[in-house]
């Protein structure tokens, strides 16, 4: 029970420390989450939601970024924009197949 204790205050604590941050981790786990279940059952709509995700938190990051900048700034930056690329090219792959 301690440990569910420990793990539930350190969640508490991440979401009131940075929340910007701690949505965009959320974002991106459910996007994970998404694109592992995508490629279990070939079903598209959880590819699409996979994909939003992914753009969603890379443009907040970018924005963010730029709003705020923190001490890896660059590295921040080339991430979430990669991220935006793959995922743009993947709906472009999933338009072509449409």
């Known amino acids: 029970m301690r440990l569910w204790n420990f793990w539930l205050n350190s969640f508490i604590l991440a979401s009131q420390y940075n929340p ?3 949505v965009e981790l959320l974002m991106l786990t459910l996007a994970i989450a998404m694109l592992i279940v995508a490629t279990i059952l070939p079903d598209r709509p959880y590819l ?22 923190s001490p890896q700034t660059r590295i921040t930056q080339l991430t979430a924009l990669l991220l935006l690329l ?7 792959d999933l338009l072509q197949t449409l």
């Open 86 to 92: 793959i995922s743009v090219y993947g709906f472009a």
């Open 48 to 69: 699409v939601l996979g994909l939003s995700l992914v753009v969603g938190a890379s443009i907040s990051i970018i924005v963010r970024e730029a709003i705020a900048p």
């Open 20 to 22: 910007p941050r701690f």
